[in-house]
């Protein structure tokens, strides 16, 4: 006898579902994302080598960049090793059910082509920020390309299983987390005294409001049609807790504490903190109307109570937590 695997049917819903979307995706791509063509590009931020001046403007830059703390600087490599690590996202996203059901990266399916638009983008980040910090002088960049490479070799696991409606939520929560992420730093950048890297993150906190708002209406989609399963993904991936793209930096290495390190820097800074998670969490109940939805099975007017209180609950932890007092720093000379 044939040993298979028991037919899933959560799971096979789901992938119906996100087919029946692959559209409206589509239309994202091409109104959503932009043309390589008219897109910025990191060269757009950067001083070129061309120029006679050119180590004038070197050291104009980092003149510039003098004056930010070490702290922010840490917390800025960090966020560029996690943009560094593109080839796990587009890889993870290409394993989710229904998501790429040809295994062909030359598919025309607007899924498929929303996978590499996307991912094209997200590639321009890690290069930009790579590049400035490299500029400053002031990053041990042997140490961050050790990271970078360690965090690739390791993988990516986000928790959402292969489930694409799980992997939305992910999406949506995670996209709008680094916007806040670089905007905040943008912010301290340029109290710092540096207002190109202000620039650079804020233009770069642009992209991903807008990969925000694509993932954002796909899962407003999904709802939609189904919002009992809709819901449910949402429950289940609240539970399971976002995990940070870049947990698996250290990981096997000789500092493996570097991604908390880290962590506890851009808490400490106000980059991105316990307030922030919260405030995600309100800003998608809120989104996707929660609280309002009616019809619901008995599993998702469960999940449905979890959910409209559980932006309180993380405010009053967030309320609790107390930046770590010490920090230590990573990638600097
Ligand atoms: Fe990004
Ligand atoms: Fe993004």
Redesign the pocket.
Known sequence: MKNSKPINYELEKNMEVISQLDDLVGDAVDNILVDPETCWQPSDFLPEFGNPDIHDEIKLLQKRAEGIPDTVLTSLVG?MI??EA?PSYQTYFNLLEGINEERSLVSPSGWVRWSKAWTA??N???DLLNKYLYMTGRVDMKAVEITIHRLLTNGFDPKSESDPYQAMIYTSFQ?RA?KVS?VNTGKLADKAGDPVLARICKT?AG??AR?EKAYKSFMSKIFEIDPNGAILAFEKMMKKQIVMPAVLMGEGGPNPSIYTRFSEITQKVGIYTGWDYAKIIDHLVNLWKIESLTGLNDAASKAQIYLSKLADRYMRVADRMKAPEEVQLAWLK
């Open positions: 966020n996690t943009e593109l983008e997200e321009r980040h890690g996209e680094t670089h770069i992209d991903e990969h």
